[in-house]
């Protein structure tokens, strides 16, 4: 833990006290989304501190060139960023003619700033002294609308509290933005038109080289106390810029509002020629619903997300708290409705990363998708990367791979590789397999076979054909091989024969070879037409056994586990409780030679495969490998103490597991790294979802069937969970003396829990 200023809270993420140190930190958690676009939670009004302003639209990209000192044949062209997009939430205030600016005010007390998760706001309270001696109270609310997702709606009201006041509202929208990660300073955007017509502003772009069009539009409407008023206004134009200024002489205690509708309307849903209208229309409808409307459609919006989605935990504030912060944060960066759209690594809260989608959505966030919402949330996950594949199979014939081999890239926006750092874009190959995975996992838990004929199957030959070519024969071991790779654990580089790489090669062969020949015995006529589009001969089922057969897995006889890789024991073996904690994080103290020689494991590596391919394992198996690489790793990836805590639940290690679970729940509100003002870790928020349901809860899909092993840590009375499976919504509390399981579905339903069947009636609530 290296912060601990968040107030504990059931629903709402609160911060208490103006420290400006802590702003760029408080703007990455209380970030708003409604899957269509986002925003740190920057201040409505000038801020001349330190701040990291940021606003993002889903799918709006830019290829910004790579930059490294030695290219190397092979190279991405370009690193795919999701852009900061214009800035419509702005509101420059001037008060008695001076700028109203937090950092620049002599006081600034009984500060409060609200995250309401359950109705899915932000708010922010506060009384502020000016330079010129007067003082205000402030309340701002704002919140993105998931009813109609190009809204975004702010209500921010000032009362003079010593004396009256002139004040001067002036709303704009900005397109003079800029990426604080850009490689080259590069200009993003080219602005092509800034309009004021009948109190709307409208400022149109487009994006250079990917050619997005985006207007970005709003409309305001100003109070006093609770009256509208209808002076007039004074409309401002620039080369980037709109604003509309609304003046008003303001007596000691009145109140004077401005409600602020603003939003992006972009040519991914609309004719590029017909934005401006487009846009005139949805303010039209934030207009004519108004504030308070636009209010409750959010509250009962997000009521509907909760009542299937929540994790109720009774007797500890903060994991509720955690748990819900991790929910709520997915929910705002992907709901779904757009197969174009991917889940990136920090969402709509910074720009690490690019924004773009990894390996993470594949392995971490499918789960949580596919049980907390419809299927066909997480089947379009999947169509996401069936539309990629022939790119997938460009990234590999561009490395020297044929015959239709595939490559999933590491880091996508269109399905090309995009990441500038050799050892993950050469080598950190692991991802193919995690795609096949996921295709795995979503025909076992929602039974949809049809998802393997109408596209995956495709995508599993062209990732087996990766593996068979990538492999190669040693005669010395006389075993195939795979050289020159980066593991998960991304603290090793250009190591060979990660046991976790070599693992899902061997499975992904097999998996393949399994459902060819599924779809040659029962899906006849797919299977023909797959033949045929994919040039496919039947000696490659053979070829792709053997590899699959003969994959060399290295081993420690001495220590009884499979190693990380070749030549991990040749390290001076030095656990993480022997390492001075003022070094920790190792990644921001020491050279990058120096964590390479060190035996220290950024997150679950081996013991990755062995959360994958659990069923493959005993119990003591898992016990050995667990205690051998648990006391080497860091943790200093977000997507590692969610599998930890799994696997430590799942070896009765309770109170590990539970400590776990705290870090993974609250690695941004603690901010266990010291990287939270970066943004938020939004896909390893699955993890901790999976923590609880998988972990404590221990549901699994066996023999197709849904398993539950319920486990409760101390801390906690209760805890309770939902999960769709296949249709049937099934509801699970499990208290420290039994498990309670209620069927939301018309149908009977047989579950196993602790190894034992039990049928599940609609509307009975069944102990075990």
């Known amino acids: 833990m290296n912060q601990d200023y968040i107030t504990p809270n059931k629903w709402s993420i609160i911060e208490e006290g103006f420290e400006p140190e802590r702003v760029e930190s408080s703007e990455s958690l209380f970030s708003l989304g409604n899957g269509a676009m986002g925003q740190r939670a920057n201040f409505e009004e000038d801020y001349s501190g330190q701040t990291f302003q940021g606003s993002y639209i889903a799918g709006i990209y830019y290829p910004d060139k790579t930059r490294v000192g030695w290219w190397k044949n092979g190279y991405p062209e370009y690193f795919a960023k999701v852009l900061n997009a214009p800035n419509w939430i702005g509101i420059h205030i001037h008060i008695n003619g001076d700028v109203f600016d937090l950092n620049t005010c002599k006081s600034v007390d009984n500060f409060k700033r609200e995250l309401n998760m359950k109705e ?25 609308s998931l009813s109609h997702d190009e809204i975004g709606a702010i209500q921010y009201q000032i009362t003079p509290i010593n004396s009256s006041a002139h004040i001067t509202y002036s709303p704009y929208v900005d397109a003079g933005i800029k990426n604080q990660d850009s490689n080259w300073d590069d200009k993003f955007w080219e602005i092509t038109d800034v309009q004021i017509k009948d109190q709307k502003a409208f400022v149109s772009s487009h994006t250079l080289k990917t050619e997005f069009h985006v207007c970005t539009f709003m409309q305001s409407l100003v109070f006093l106390d609770g009256k ?23 007596q000691k205690g009145q109140t004077y509002t401005i409600h602020k509708f603003a939003g992006y309307v972009t040519s991914l849903n609309h004719d590029k020629d017909q934005l401006s209208n487009a846009a005139s229309d949805v303010l039209d409808v934030a207009t004519e619903k108004g504030f308070d409307t636009l209010l409750k459609e959010q509250q009962q919006a997000w009521s509907d997300i909760w009542h299937m989605s929540d994790i109720i935990i009774e007797g500890d504030t903060k994991a509720q708290q955690g748990i819900r912060f991790n929910i709520f944060q997915l929910n705002q960066t992907y709901l779904g409705r757009d197969a174009r759209l991917n889940i990136g690594p920090k969402g709509f809260t910074g720009e690490k990363y690019g924004g773009s989608t990894y390996w993470d959505t594949e392995a971490y966030c499918i789960p949580f998708y596919m049980a907390t919402k419809d299927q066909k949330v997480a089947r379009n996950l999947l169509t996401y990367r069936y539309k990629h594949l022939q790119k997938a199979i460009e990234n590999a014939k561009k490395l020297g791979f044929t015959n239709g081999a595939a490559l999933y890239p590491m880091v996508t926006m269109n399905g090309e590789e995009c990441h500038n750092e050799w050892e993950i874009t050469f080598e950190e190959i692991h991802r193919n397999g995690a795609i096949a995975f996921a295709i795995f996992n979503y025909v076992r838990y929602t039974g949809d076979y049809s998802y393997v004929p109408e596209m995956g199957m495709e995508v599993l030959l062209a990732i087996a054909r990766f593996w068979k070519q990538r492999a190669t024969f040693s005669k010395q071991k006389n075993k195939y091989v795979i050289l020159g790779v980066t593991g998960p654990n991304e603290y090793e580089n250009n190591v060979s024969n990660n046991f976790y790489t070599n693992y899902i090669a ?20 797919d299977y023909n037409k797959i033949v045929d589009k994919t040039n496919f001969n039947e000696d490659e089922i053979q070829a792709f056994k053997t590899v699959a057969e003969e994959m060399y897995l290295p081993y420690s006889e001495e220590h009884d586990v499979y190693l990380q890789q070749d ?74 103490p969610c599998v930890h805590s799994i696997q430590a639940a799942l070896l009765n290690r309770m109170q590990q597991a539970y400590q776990f679970y705290l870090r993974t729940s609250r690695l941004d509100l603690d901010d266990y790294n010291k990287e939270v003002k970066e943004g938020c870790h939004i896909t390893s928020m699955a993890g901790t979802w999976m923590s609880i349901v998988e972990g404590f809860g221990g549901m699994r899909v066996k023999n197709d069937m849904i398993n539950f092993a319920p486990k409760i840590p101390n801390e906690w009375e209760s805890y309770t969970f939902k999960v769709n499976f296949r249709d049937n919504i099934i509801a699970v509390k499990v208290t420290k003396d039994a498990t309670h399981f209620t069927l939301e579905g018309q149908e009977d339903l047989e579950i196993v829990v602790n190894e034992e069947p039990v049928v599940l009636k609609h509307g009975q609530n069944i102990k075990a």
């Not at 134009?237 to 609304?246: E, G, L, M, P, T």
């Open 120 to 144: 899915g706001w932000h708010k922010r309270t506060f009384e502020a002294e000016m330079q010129n001696g007067i003082k205000v109270k402030v309340e701002a609310l704002r919140f993105l």
């Open 228 to 250: 509208s008023l209808k002076n007039n206004s004074e409309p401002h134009q620039k080369a980037h810029k709109a604003f509309i200024a609304y003046e008003e002489d303001v």
């Open 506 to 525: 061997k499975w992904c062969l097999n998996y393949a070879v399994e459902n060819l020949n599924i779809l040659k015995k029962e899906y006849n006529e």
């Open 567 to 640: 030549g991990f024991l040749d390290k001076e073996l030095i656990t993480v409780k022997d390492l001075d904690q003022t070094q920790r994080p190792i990644n921001q103290h020491w050279s990058w030679d120096r964590i390479l020689r060190s035996p220290y494991i950024k997150q679950a590596d081996t013991l990755q495969g062995f959360y994958f391919f659990e069923d493959h394992f005993t119990n003591e198996e898992l016990e050995r490998h667990f205690d051998f690489y648990e006391p080497f790793t860091v943790h200093e990836s977000s997507l590692s």
